[in-house]
């Protein structure tokens, strides 16, 4: 069975926490990738930025649902996920867009476990790491042109 070191792209594209969102916009589009690894000065691996991160700054914000009794509001829904969703919308670098929860993969994770992963969480860039360093990146891109191979 193939694993993550057989399909991964090991140059990888990385950007930096304060890199501006125009920047990332060109680099994705300029080297037609779907996402990159977000990476600290010291090259460890701290988020992952992708398309979909660009595309929420554009789109509207949902206002939670609130409700008045007695001369107080309460939201019927979290403050906080309208707080990322603002934040998002008005980043202007790479650390205030992107996600901090990594999912990530060792080499040796099976192909099947890496397509179930990224089928079930959505994902489309997943960091390789080995020894919690990265080492490559496999995305939706990968896997399909081994299924072509």
Known sequence: MLTAKDIMTKDVITANEDMPVGELAALLWKKNISGMPVV?????LIG????NDLIDQTK????????????SVIMLESSKKLEEQIGKITGKTVG?????????????TRLDEIATIMSEK???????LRDNKLVGVVGKNDIIKTLAK
């Open 48 to 51: 992952v930025v992708t398309e």
């Open 122 to 128: 959505g994902i489309h860039t997943l960091p390789v």
């Open 60 to 71: 509207k914000v949902h206002i939670p649902t609130m409700i008045s009794i007695l001369d």
């Open 96 to 108: 205030a867009i992107c996600s901090k929860k990594v999912i990530s993969v060792d080499e040796n």
């Open 40 to 44: 600290d000065a010291d090259g460890q």
